[in-house]
């Protein structure tokens, strides 16, 4: 990260398999072991950052970027993004912290209140 008198410019690497709404859409149908590590590796993301205080706030498929898969490979590396929702919280704390995230992706008991 870089930081001058008027921006923060950050330096990531280059995620360029797409996110995990078009590879989805891409394969038609995915089988129970490879959604089961694509799960695997998004709570494994989730756990380190809870674990930093951290909650994202807005996960879906379109922020959970992949790097490009190996022809013939069932194996997808996913990276959780966009923590433009994100914010810290304590334990305990977390029922106090509303946000509304993403339209589409919120619970009916969010958008009845």
């Given at each position: 990260?870089?930081?001058?008198?008027?921006?923060?410019?950050?330096?990531?690497?280059?995620?360029?398999?797409?996110?995990?709404?078009?590879?989805?859409?891409?394969?038609?149908?995915?089988?129970?072991?490879?959604?089961?590590?694509?799960?695997?590796?998004?709570?494994?993301?989730?756990?380190?950052?809870?674990?930093?205080?951290?909650?994202?706030?807005?996960?879906?498929?379109?922020?959970?970027?992949?790097?490009p898969q190996q022809k013939n490979s069932?194996?997808?590396?996913?990276?959780?993004?966009?923590?433009?929702?994100?914010?810290?919280?304590?334990?305990?704390?977390?029922?106090?912290?509303?946000?509304?995230?993403?339209?589409?992706?919120?619970?009916?008991?969010?958008?009845?209140?």
């Amino acid at each position: 990260m870089f930081e001058d008198e008027k921006q923060y410019v950050i330096v990531s690497e280059l995620i360029s398999g797409g996110n995990l709404l078009n590879i989805m859409e891409k394969q038609g149908r995915i089988t129970e072991k490879w959604a089961a590590k694509v799960i695997k590796q998004t709570l494994l993301a989730l756990n380190y950052m809870h674990q930093k205080g951290i909650m994202h706030r807005d996960v879906k498929l379109e922020n959970l970027l992949c790097l490009p898969q190996q022809k013939n490979s069932d194996e997808l590396e996913v990276k959780l993004t966009d923590f433009g929702f994100a914010t810290h919280f304590k334990a305990g704390e977390e029922e106090k912290i509303l946000c509304l995230g993403s339209g589409l992706y919120m619970s009916p008991e969010l958008v009845s209140k």
